[in-house]
């Protein structure tokens, strides 16, 4: 358990890839967000993200891919692919909340790759008062 105790439900199961990762979501894919929120590091290879046919629209910007890869921003454009159906996204709405930024691993802001402001009990909020 990290990052709380098990019995205040505030554990994390911390997931580390030692391999690339390859995400292919087909046409008429239920696929919407990965939902990788415990994904803390990337060990090696490549993040290659193709949905550019599918309703997949929530997923962390290549940047924070790199932060979770360990490489330099002038590797990103090696190391991180990332193609969706941006104008799909759009004219749905489907986005990340106003309050992640580096993109989000789903809706809501529970999904946020990191806080804007503040994190309070695994949300990201606007500020610390109740």
Request: net charge neutral.
């Amino acid at each position: 358990c990290e990052g709380g105790s098990s019995n205040t439900g505030g554990c994390k199961k911390v997931i580390t890839i030692h391999s690339a990762i390859h995400i292919q979501a087909i046409e008429d894919s239920v696929l919407k967000e990965l939902r990788l929120n415990s994904l803390e590091k990337i060990d090696k290879g490549l993040v290659v993200v193709m949905a550019t046919r599918s309703p997949l629209c929530y997923f962390p910007q290549p940047e924070s891919f790199a932060q979770l890869m360990n490489i330099t921003t002038d590797e990103i454009d090696k190391k991180v692919v990332i193609k969706y159906n941006n104008s799909y996204c759009e004219s749905l709405k489907l986005k990340c909340d106003s309050e992640c930024v580096g993109g989000c691993w789903g809706p809501g802001s529970h999904n946020c790759f990191s806080c804007s402001r503040y994190s309070f009990e695994g949300k990201c909020v606007e500020s610390c008062k109740s």
